[in-house]
């Protein structure tokens, strides 16, 4: 779930919609008023009714989950469906091409945050933009200062999002490059009036700001940067600091929570009915164990702190989490919900790798053996007992 491009360790998580059952991962689409938290790095929007996600190109497709079939999200009337740069007229761009912009739908409409554009004397912005579910009727909601997304979470067309600005350095004989020193913002963004008010405001040298997970009026937030630039050699010498609030979106106040824990940055976390889940380092003493991580729930209240599993191929979810155990043939899946580890015998972690959740299928990347090379697809709910059966291949 960790972490845009800034902080060193990147990730690739999740975000689950509902898991209820004993046999299978029940999934109940969230409303308006719920908040809804994004922590993956692509583009990956579950409606209810289908999903919203870029292929390899960049283009964005929709896969209608009733009719099992995916289709390229761009209604212009003899389009070449080809890529664009921003110096192409609006008139000439296919709708569909949304390169590594990230999304999400509210309201009835489909929002994009297009990261990295750059404005002459100002840097890179983010913008966001406003279209129909089918692109069409585009209009831009708001541009903001930064060109990199870590997290953001959505809830009555609100939207709350962090994002982080490189500091310009000047290099030798002329030019300019991005510094290891960071300006991270938590932004509040009222979609229906276009207002943007910063929330949070912190720096660092290769630092980012995320969002754990978000419950009533708070957002829990995490804060990783390092004392020096972090170079990818000198972790003891740079130190990592780690930190973790809790924000009050009524009174607009932040407080520490967590302290004294140290989360494996990379690895994700997720906030159920006021309990943290997250993942902290073994301390195995076999190398086995080292590659292992301990899966925790901690009462935000009382600070009360209970092991889940130890655990390896670990995928966390906003609602469950996937697992392997050591020693352990298959796989579980745990359901924060109602604290309960289900067994999916023949689920094979190895080859799998879940993005996100599509409704009742995982949206995930699946190691086929015959050309050993990862195939995206959506792999149903109810086929992790059974393995790697139902998967369906798409935007290949």
């Not at 898991?19 to 409606?47: H, I, N, P, W």
């Not at 302290?259 to 990379?266: A, R, V």
């Not at 994700?268 to 292992?292: H, L, P, R, V």
Request: aromatic share 12%; glycine share 12%; hydrophobic share 35%.
């Amino acid at each position: 779930m960790k972490k845009g491009m800034v902080f060193v360790y990147g990730i690739f998580m999740l975000l689950l919609a509902g898991c209820a059952q004993d046999s299978a991962v029940d999934v109940s689409g969230k409303t308006d008023g719920e908040f809804r938290v994004y922590q993956t790095l692509c583009m990956a929007v579950d409606t209810g009714d289908g999903f919203y996600y870029s292929d390899n190109e960049g283009f964005l497709k929709y896969f209608d989950y009733q009719a099992k079939k995916e289709s390229l999200v761009c209604n212009k009337p003899n389009c070449r469906h080809d890529s664009w740069s921003e110096s192409m007229p609006q008139e000439e761009r296919c709708d569909a091409y949304v390169w590594t912009s990230r999304g999400f739908v509210t309201g009835g409409k489909l929002y994009l945050l297009e990261e990295g554009f750059w404005e002459d004397g100002a840097g890179t912005k983010l913008r966001i933009v406003e279209s129909d579910l089918d692109r069409t009727g585009q209009r831009e909601i708001q541009t903001l200062d930064g060109g990199m997304v870590t997290d953001f979470a959505v809830k009555d067309k609100i939207l709350y999002v962090s994002v982080g600005q490189s500091e310009m350095m000047e290099m030798e004989g002329g030019g300019w490059q991005n510094s290891a020193k960071c300006r991270n913002k938590l932004y509040r963004v009222d979609l229906a009036e276009g207002l943007a008010e910063v929330l949070v405001e912190k720096e660092g040298f290769n630092s980012d700001i995320g969002i754990m997970g978000a419950e009533g009026d708070m957002l829990y937030l995490d804060f990783n940067y390092f004392e020096k630039e972090f170079d990818g050699t000198n972790f003891e010498e740079a130190k990592l600091h780690q930190e973790y609030y809790a924000y009050s979106l009524e009174t607009k106040s932040m407080a520490k929570i967590l302290q004294g824990k140290s989360l494996l940055p990379g690895t994700g976390t997720a906030i159920t009915d006021g309990k943290f889940y997250g993942c902290m380092a073994s301390g195995g003493k076999t190398a086995e164990e080292q590659n292992a991580s301990d899966l925790k729930k901690i009462d935000l209240d009382t600070g009360e702190e209970e092991l889940i599993a130890h655990a390896k191929n670990l995928h966390m979810m906003e609602s469950c989490a996937l697992y392997e155990k050591t020693g352990e043939m298959g796989g579980f899946v745990y359901d924060f919900g109602q604290g309960k580890e289900i067994a999916a015998s023949a689920m094979k972690l190895d080859n799998l790798y879940p993005y996100c959740q599509a409704g009742d299928y995982l949206y995930a990347a699946l190691y086929d053996e015959k050309s050993q090379k990862y195939v995206t697809g959506f792999l149903a709910l109810e086929s992790l007992a059974e393995g790697e059966g139902g998967f369906i291949s798409v935007g290949n």
